[in-house]
Nanobody, 120 residues
Framework: QVQLVESGGGLVQAGGSLRLSCAAS????????VGWFRQAPGKEREFVAA????????YKSDTVKGRFTISRDNAKNAVNLQMNSMKPEDTAVYFC?????????????WGRGTQVTVAT
């Protein structure tokens, strides 16, 4: 069973930066596609970014392109989300998720999330 734990959330001023990390244990992490999602109060969960198992291809939502960067270190079983030029609308709980290549689901494992708050 894969376990994912997010860290790095907190309070930041608008225009500032945060770096989130997703640490994995219990599975073949280097085989999994990993995504970051976020959910703001009263809103549905939305996709932020994803990275393939090798790290060769990344995907980002239009709302974070040019500001957020996703990367991974398979030797450390970790995926990072560098968030720059942050805006108050980036405030949300951020979750990482992993897709097992042998599964038909889009994502199979989820972390519990880390709170990110961007102050004006």
């Amino acid at each position: 069973q894969v376990q994912l734990v997010e860290s790095g959330g907190g309070l930041v001023q608008a225009g500032g930066s945060l770096r989130l990390s997703c640490a994995a244990s219990g599975g073949a992490f280097n085989l999994y596609r990993v995504g970051w999602f976020r959910q703001a109060p009263g809103k549905e969960r939305e996709f932020v970014a994803a990275i393939t198992s090798s790290g060769g291809i990344t995907y980002k939502s239009d709302t974070v392109k040019g500001r957020f960067t996703i990367s991974r270190d398979n030797a450390k079983n970790a995926v990072n989300l560098q968030m720059n030029s942050m805006k108050p609308e980036d405030t949300a709980v951020y979750f990482c998720a992993a897709h097992d290549p042998y599964s038909t689901r889009e994502y199979d494992y989820w972390g519990r999330g880390t709170q990110v708050t961007v102050a004006t």
